[in-house]
């Protein structure tokens, strides 16, 4: 898919930083600006190291200053809001953006520059590179002014702290950031400050300006009618490869990543490729994991469940999978699997109940896929502990009921994916039996009778306990008058027992399902009907007395928003898959999925975000690269081209 923006698209300083670009190195770090090459928030960096994958991030280099000296004038070329001075305007001359490479091209009085940037996959390291097209009669100079915070992601930067820039490298409060010059020469400069103003991050009552710092600067210079390749690599290590090496390399990947699903479909081949940004390290168990979302989240365990069949499968990285898979088998409690590793030896959180049954939902996708048996088999003992902790009780008031469903929540625990708490608040109560969660629990009762031969084990007994379920949940949750299912069954009567929200979805989507075709088509069309969106579905029906219809300003605001109408792109994947279950032909689906393309050139490039607004949705929020929004519709983009990729078994209840 073609990202290319031009002159129309940067006809305001608005405008032209509306947009950002995402680079990932497989451990955490990221290099992230906006498309006019500026830092509209705080957690923006051309160099976001990650010391200690996938977590322990570092602000580096925030951006990057440009200025360009020709016949005697200085123009800047850089883009940048300030409180403490003039912004720099330099998006006025920005002629076009590749956002695919990324390439940005400038032309200032005769000059045209060039500017790539790649980073290295492995290795905290990132390179720009400039091309310097200089038709004057007179010289033009370059000059590069990094601008350094060396502090936690998300920290601040004081007045106090010292940079010394000596050789080819800077240090500051314990670390070192090395830089290789190419076609230039580097010179330091006395320390100066600069609040730069993220306008992407005051809205949301975050914070509204940050401190950086410069303490050197690069001059490259190209002499009349020269065309002069140069540039800066910057990393961690003093050994740092050349700025041509890490572009061929990115490019190579980025081609690779594009057709890693195999598919035909332009949305299809552009997920493949934004797949890749989530697959990262983790060092404190040597394996693979799942980041979240960029660039707030880290690996939690129930968005690594979600994401991993798109992520991983899908793209046919099953190697991957399955080193994700034994990470969070090794780490089971309790029949629960962490929704968070926490650093530096803390023990893991345990606070989600859907988790572990998707863990065995995975664990199913995988093996229909590899069909390794051998991996079936290993991860057994943990599978059944998890289906009898449940079924006897564990925490957070996890247990089977006399009926066969699944509770789960008590006190201020919320331990669904609609886990807003605001102190003694909870904006979406749903303690009782969730309607997602006992999909699950059917669902994970079925695949454990379809294992349990591979492991030597009867799965008579998950079938008998399936079947209870499945009554149960039909009797529980249909709701014949409105032909849909409710949202939970609730310890007390309430409100919230009726509500019209997405996570019925998923009663159709998921492998097993406990509903008839009728039911399941009756679930469809409401979800249809009243939550839809191009962009994902909506958490609350519009027509509700609690629909909140925008999301954004401080986090109370924006809490009480999250799961209250708020539209979800990673939901819409299981609405297209359930309606191919029910037969929908797939040149309508996919004509459905193909309204996302837009989404892919608005908010991060190429990527999917955590959320819009619930009444319009179009602008993006949350995260600006969601891993379960990009994995769920890669699903739903394979399950179009290869029907039996989505796992349906057992057929629709009687």
């Avoid at 009480?560 to 539209?567: F, I, K, N």
Wanted: hydrophobic share 40%; with cysteine; proline share 6%.
């Amino acid at each position: 898919m073609e990202y290319l923006f031009g002159r129309p698209d940067f006809a305001d300083a608005a405008r032209a930083q509306q947009n950002c670009f995402l680079l990932t190195n497989g451990l955490g770090g990221y290099c992230s600006l906006s498309a006019a090459f500026s830092a509209t928030r705080g957690y923006h960096a051309l160099l976001m190291a990650c010391p200690l994958p996938p977590t322990e991030r570092i602000d580096l280099v925030h951006r990057l200053s440009e200025t360009l000296e020709t016949a005697g004038r200085t123009f800047a070329l850089s883009t940048q809001d300030k409180t403490d001075g003039q912004p720099e305007d330099g998006w006025r001359y920005l002629v076009s953006l590749d956002a695919a490479e990324p390439c940005w091209t400038y032309q200032v009085r005769g000059v045209r520059i060039t500017r790539r940037v790649a980073m290295a996959r492995g290795d905290n390291t990132v390179a720009v590179q400039y091309t310097l097209e200089n038709a004057t009669a007179v010289p033009c100079t370059l000059t590069v002014t990094p601008w350094l915070r060396f502090v936690p992601k998300g920290g601040r930067l004081t007045r106090r702290r010292r940079f010394v820039w000596q050789g080819n490298r800077v240090e500051s409060n314990g670390r070192t950031l090395f830089w290789s010059v190419e076609n230039g020469k580097s010179e330091a400069e006395p320390v100066r400050f600069s609040t730069e103003y993220y306008r992407h991050d005051a809205p949301d009552g975050r914070n509204a300006s940050g401190l950086a710092a410069a303490s050197g600067h690069f001059c490259f210079t190209a002499a009349p009618g020269e065309t002069l390749t140069c540039g800066v690599v910057f990393g961690c290590s003093p050994r740092l490869p050349r700025a041509k090496t890490l572009l061929a390399a990115q490019a190579r990947r980025r081609r690779q990543q594009t057709q890693a699903a195999g598919l035909k479909s332009q949305l299809g081949r552009a997920l493949s490729a934004a797949a890749d940004a989530f697959l990262v390290q983790r060092a404190s168990t040597g394996g693979m994991t799942i980041i979240a979302g960029y660039p707030f989240f880290a690996d939690w365990g129930r968005d690594t469940m979600i994401a991993l069949p798109g992520c991983t499968l899908t793209t046919g990285r099953y190697q991957d999978a399955k080193s994700i898979l034994r990470t969070f088998a090794a780490n089971e409690k309790d029949g629960l699997m962490p929704n968070l590793f926490p650093e530096n030896g803390a023990p893991p959180r345990y606070n989600t109940v859907d988790a572990a049954l998707l863990f065995v939902n995975c664990l199913w996708l995988y093996h229909r896929r590899t069909g390794d048996d051998a991996f079936v088999r290993e991860v057994w003992p943990v599978a059944e502990r998890i289906l009898d902790k449940y079924r006897t009780g564990t925490r957070h008031g996890i247990r089977m009921d006399g009926e066969g469903l699944l509770h789960a929540g008590e006190g201020l625990d919320q331990v669904t994916w609609m886990d807003v708490r605001i102190g003694d608040h909870l904006p979406t109560p749903r303690h009782g039996c969730p309607v997602e969660v006992n999909a699950y629990w059917y669902n994970a009762l079925r695949v454990m009778a379809r294992l349990a031969p591979l492991a030597g084990a009867d799965g008579t007994g998950y079938d008998r306990q399936a079947d209870q379920a499945g009554e149960a949940f039909r009797r529980a949750f249909w709701m014949p008058e409105e032909h849909r299912l409710r949202d939970v069954v609730c310890d007390a009567p309430s409100p919230a027992e009726t509500q019209l929200r997405c996570n019925q979805i998923w009663a159709v989507s998921m492998p097993f399902t406990p509903l008839t075709r009728a039911q399941a088509a009756g679930v469809v069309d409401s979800v249809g009907q009243a939550l839809w969106t191009p962009c994902g579905l909506r958490t609350l029906s519009p027509d509700d007395p609690e629909f909140h219809p925008e999301y954004g300003g401080p986090q109370r605001l924006r809490d009480l928003a999250y799961h209250q109408g708020t539209v979800w792109p990673f939901p819409l994947g299981g609405y297209y898959l359930a309606r191919l279950r029910l037969g929908v032909p797939a040149a309508r689906v996919q004509a459905d999925l193909d309204l996302l393309l837009p989404a892919l050139r608005e908010g991060c490039l190429g990527q999917l975000p955590e959320i819009y607004d619930g009444a319009v949705p179009g602008i993006s929020r949350g995260c600006f690269a969601q891993a379960w929004s990009v994995g769920e519709l890669l699903r739903a983009c394979e399950a179009v081209e290869r029907p039996e990729s989505a796992g349906f078994e057992g057929g629709w209840a009687e």
